[in-house]
């Protein structure tokens, strides 16, 4: 059994967005899955619905997490998962961070109520924890508060508080994405440092590829709310089979890459999910359309390219 | 009455959206019925003198045959002497008519507390566009002067400025007096929205174009700024609709026979036994009034809170 | 900490002095004289001229404002001759027409107020905050649409409205209280109460609705803060991410406006008091501007001041407290 085995996830909000649409996906003990897309793709409130945080939202299909079923669980059991054996960090970890807490408290105070441990055996562990994320002096920055921290201490602050219960599985939405560039290497580093040594499996949710590329095993590229290409790091990266992925690699800029090949953005914007475009989500910015194909019509079923690599267009099967 | 107006989260709108603007107002319920009450009191003080002629009752004319004088004064027959002649009845001890007070009660609470409302504006745009576009000494000085405003006991102080101050024109008194100590609030939320936005590309671009300060202020500064402190308007006129009925309710008001509600409610206090009726009607009214205007203050708050957290 | 507390204590210091200095100038510039009120009906213009002398009016202004200074911090005789009294400190003047010094009548009038402005201020707040979390947590249900219909009502209504309405619907038809006076704490504590819950009720319920509504939309303002999402993304219990993680900053804007209200009250819950005809700081107020005794109306106004900037001064210092941004600045 796989830890996280989601299927045919589907997210609305009211007002009949539908924010995910039929998303499936595993990942399994220790692994790293990228998921890639950009904003409004709907890869943050799959991640979301994964930790049960939704609110407004209806959320149907299937989340188990170690075969636990979250979809429909009652809130309380949803609670003694969340922070126990799936954690997760945010984007911007100054605003996530309560502003009037100490650092200490916001790490022991997940510990004590999971594991019922006492005030001081919570403060040591959180004192352990600032130091396995590499804080100096951890004893001592336990009573400062986030505005004290660098961002990128911001962040192993973060990381030391979802890990301070040894969860099995840690949701990271766009952990990088507000810090400097040489902070963002040393912050994936952590990640992946953490991961060998605790055996985490890591959700790595981003709108840049070059991060999915350093630390992904898995990567799934998600547009307009569902899964348009899906596989090991290696072939989807090398043998591109959906458009859009092929039109993400061309935006990124390559050392090794032939200096004449220019870097050619995608055109258009994404779509409205409020109404979507029918047939192929993608279909009005693709640029390898063909008028033979269904696009403009038909939904793409999922085409598998090769062992466990898989992507969602009629492309595949024109060529099959 | 300050607490109506604070946690206004609402930030500069681009001109163009004012359309969409008053199509979500207009689609709140709530601001439909205030911008009703306050269009029907707007008419009835317009209207009072006509209204009055119409029911041959002057808002001065005494009607002592209405009252029963064996008894001190009430008026005679239920409901405070509501009858045919007197639609609201009459008042206790002189038997004047309460509908002709109560619209000639109308255009003095309505004039003052707009135009204390527009004084305050004026003064608060002025000064907080001032502070937040130039800063420096000027900045520190304004705010200071502000705090120091708002520090002041304001109720305290309108009474005793209000009671010491020659009296010569006391509407015109009371109208600078209430504007004066409201100054400071709108003050400050343009004096931020200015500081917001004075180094954003539009401003920076008209300076570049080599625009005099004056001119982009009023071009490029102001109309940016017109969705909050058209909010904060709709918000204060109510408290001082509230200001204004308290300052006539503690007798240094409008002087009589000049009526206006919070004297009505001032006299109707040695009455409430005998004569609810008394207070009854102009506390309506008072509360009609500042319920619709707050009605409407919420709906254009809410429709440009970017937040929507109302 | 002590750097910052001193800091604002020599703020306060600051504010009560131009305060002082404005009231002087508005008070004693203004044209209306004080020895002429004190004079009575038949005046003549020698006895006026020996009022002056003797109340210090004849002196130039600075030196009446030095005097006047000088007599808050040490207290001062007033006036010479046969006027001549002794104010002792903190002396805000005296009235020559109760014939006491104003810091003694204020004292007098200043436990009717007191008690007035804290029963009512532990009622709204209590009642003002639970309707507006309750509402922000349920926000856009039936709950929450009704109550905030009906402190909309609330907040529309005045007090002097409201006021006579519960005396004549509570005392008079239903006769469930007495007409309230005040009775001292101290000599009969139910009676006390007993005086005082129609005003606390009638001022509350104007406060109540205005916090419901303030507390409400800070409430659902945190809420949706990301450190609100990060406290559930632990598993925390829902009234932990509530209260300790929403609450804490969701009070933040509310002591502010607490503070103001509370100092503002303080100086005179004029409307309340008159309605109920409650000797506080208010009626005393009233009192003194119809009799045109200045002195009193000076006194309260500085008192009123005081109160409201001394309070401003503690919400800042619970600021530093709570805020550890505050604290380090």
Redesign the interface.
């Known amino acids: 059994m796989s830890l996280l085995e989601v299927s045919g996830l589907r997210v609305t909000f009211p007002g009949d967005v539908c924010a995910v649409d039929g998303l499936s996906f595993t990942l399994e003990r220790g692994k790293t899955l990228g998921i890639v897309g950009e904003s409004g793709s709907g890869k943050s409130v799959t991640s979301l619905a994964i930790?049960g945080?939704h609110r407004d939202a209806t959320v149907s299909g299937s989340i188990r997490v170690d075969g636990i079923q979250v979809v429909g669980a009652p809130?309380d059991q949803v609670?003694?998962?969340?922070?126990?054996r799936m954690?997760?960090i945010?984007q911007?970890p100054l605003?996530?961070?309560?502003?009037?807490y100490?650092v200490g408290e916001q790490i022991a105070?997940?510990y004590r109520?999971?594991f019922g441990a006492s005030r001081k055996a919570a403060r040591v562990r959180a004192a352990d924890m600032l130091a396995q994320v590499g804080i100096p002096e951890p004893r001592r920055r336990l009573a400062d508060?986030p505005?004290?921290f660098s961002g990128g201490m911001r962040q192993r602050v973060?990381i030391a508080?979802a890990l301070a219960c040894e969860p099995e599985l840690l949701i990271a939405d766009e952990p990088t994405t507000a810090l400097d560039v040489t902070v963002q290497a040393q912050i994936l580093e952590l990640i992946a440092r953490l991961q060998q040594e605790i055996g985490l499996a890591v959700l790595m949710i981003t709108h840049d590829l070059g991060v999915v590329a350093r630390i992904a095993d898995e990567v799934l590229i998600m547009y307009a709310g569902a899964a348009a290409e899906q596989g090991p790091a290696i072939p989807v990266f090398t043998r591109a089979q959906h458009p859009y992925t092929r039109g993400l690699l061309n935006c990124l800029p390559r050392l090794d890459g032939d200096a004449q090949s220019p870097l050619i953005p995608i055109q258009g914007s994404p779509p409205s999910l409020l109404n979507p475009p029918a047939g192929c989500r993608f279909h009005p910015r693709c640029t390898e359309r063909t008028s033979e194909l269904p696009c403009a019509t038909e939904r793409p079923a999922w085409r598998i390219a090769s062992r466990g690599h898989h992507a969602a267009c009629h492309l595949l099967e024109a060529n099959r | 009455m300050?607490?109506?107006v604070?946690?206004t989260?609402v930030e500069a709108v681009p001109t163009t959206s004012w359309r969409r603007l008053t199509a979500r107002i207009w689609a709140d319920r709530g601001a439909r019925v205030g911008l009703a009450i306050v269009v029907l009191f707007v008419l009835l003080a317009i209207l009072a003198p006509v209204i009055s002629a119409m029911t041959g009752n002057g808002p001065n004319d005494f009607h002592e045959d209405k009252i029963n004088k064996a008894l001190g004064g009430p008026p005679l027959g239920a409901f405070g002497g509501i009858s045919s002649e007197h639609w609201l009845g009459v008042e206790p001890v002189n038997g004047r008519d309460l509908l002709a007070r109560i619209l000639y009660g109308a255009r003095v609470s309505l004039l003052i507390s707009l135009l204390a409302t527009a004084v305050s504006v004026v003064i608060g745009t002025l000064l907080g566009l001032v502070a937040g576009f130039f800063g420096g000494w000027l900045d520190a000085a304004i705010s200071r002067v502000m705090?120091?405003v708002l520090?002041?006991?304001s109720?305290?102080?309108m009474?005793?400025?209000v009671?010491?101050?020659?009296s010569g024109d006391r509407m015109l008194l009371l109208i600078l007096v209430i504007g004066f100590f409201g100054w400071p609030y709108i003050g400050r939320i343009v004096r931020g929205q200015t500081i917001s936005i004075r180094h954003r590309e539009f401003v920076e671009a008209a300076r570049a174009g080599g625009q005099g300060n004056v001119r982009i202020l009023l071009r490029e500064v102001l109309p940016n700024l017109l969705a909050p402190i058209l909010v904060y308007t709709a918000l204060s006129i109510?408290a001082n609709i509230?200001t204004e009925?308290?300052l006539s309710?503690?007798?240094?008001g409008v002087e009589p026979p000049t009526p206006s509600w919070?004297q009505m409610?001032?006299k109707?206090?040695s009455w409430?036994?005998v004569d609810?009726m008394f207070?009854?009607i102009p506390?309506t009214c008072?509360?009609l009034t500042?319920?619709a205007f707050?009605?409407l203050g919420?709906a254009m708050r809410d429709a440009l809170d970017p937040?929507g957290?109302? | 900490m002590a750097a910052y507390l001193a800091r604002r204590l020599v703020g306060l210091a600051l504010?009560l002095l131009?305060?002082c200095a404005?009231t002087f100038a508005?008070?004693y510039l203004?044209?209306?004289d004080p020895a002429l009120q004190a004079c009575g009906k038949s005046c003549t213009t020698e006895r006026i001229d020996m009022l002056h002398e003797q109340m210090g009016l004849d002196k130039p202004v600075w030196q009446q404002f030095a005097d006047y200074i000088g007599g808050i911090a040490g207290g001062r005789t007033i006036g010479t001759g046969e006027l001549a009294v002794r104010c002792d400190f903190p002396c805000l003047g005296f009235s020559y027409q109760t014939n006491r010094p104003v810091w003694d009548l204020l004292l007098d009038r200043l436990p009717t107020t007191v008690s007035i402005a804290a029963g009512a201020a532990i009622l709204w707040l209590l009642a003002g905050l639970s309707t507006g979390i309750v509402s922000a947590l349920r926000k856009g249900s039936f709950l929450d649409r009704s109550l905030m219909a009906a402190t909309?009502?609330a907040?529309?209504?005045?007090v002097?409205?409201t006021g006579?309405?519960a005396?004549?619907l509570v005392v008079?038809v239903a006769e469930w209280l007495p007409f309230p006076s005040y009775v001292a704490l101290a000599d009969d504590p139910a009676g006390w109460a007993q005086n005082l819950i129609l005003p606390w009720t009638v001022l509350a319920l104007l406060?109540a609705a205005?916090?419901a509504?303030?507390s409400?939309?800070?409430m659902?303002?945190t809420l949706?803060?990301?450190?609100v999402?990060?406290?559930?993304?632990?598993?925390?219990?829902?009234r932990t991410v509530v209260v300790k993680?929403g609450l804490?900053?969701a009070l933040t804007?509310i002591v502010?406006?607490f503070g103001?209200?509370v100092g503002?009250l303080l100086?005179?819950a004029?409307?309340t008091e008159?309605?109920f005809g409650l000797p506080g700081i208010g009626q005393l107020?009233?009192d003194a501007?119809?009799k045109?005794d200045?002195p009193v109306?000076m006194g309260?106004?500085l008192l009123?001041?005081f109160?409201?900037?001394f309070f401003?001064v503690l919400v800042d210092l619970f600021y530093a407290v709570?805020?550890?941004?505050v604290r380090?600045a």
């Open positions: 930790m945080l809130q609670r003694r998962l969340r922070g126990r954690a997760m945010f911007d605003s996530s961070l309560h502003p009037a100490t105070e997940a109520l999971h508060y505005h004290q973060m508080m | 300050t607490t109506l604070t946690g989260a705090d120091l520090s002041f006991p109720l305290i102080f009474i005793a400025l009671s010491v101050l020659p109510p509230g009925a308290a309710f503690l007798g240094i919070g409610l001032q109707a206090m409430y036994q609810p207070f009854v506390g008072l509360f500042v319920l707050t009605l919420d937040k957290s109302h | 504010v131009v305060v404005v508005i008070f203004l044209p209306s909309l009502t907040a529309s209504l005045p002097f409205f006579l309405m005396l004549y008079q406060y205005l916090y509504r303030l409400r939309s800070s659902i303002e949706a803060e990301p450190y999402r990060t406290a559930r993304a632990k598993g925390l219990p829902e993680h804490r900053s804007p502010t406006v103001m209200d503002t100086g005179g004029i409307i008159s309605v107020t009233m501007i119809n045109s200045q109306v309260v106004a009123s001041a109160f409201i900037t401003n709570i805020d550890p941004k380090y």
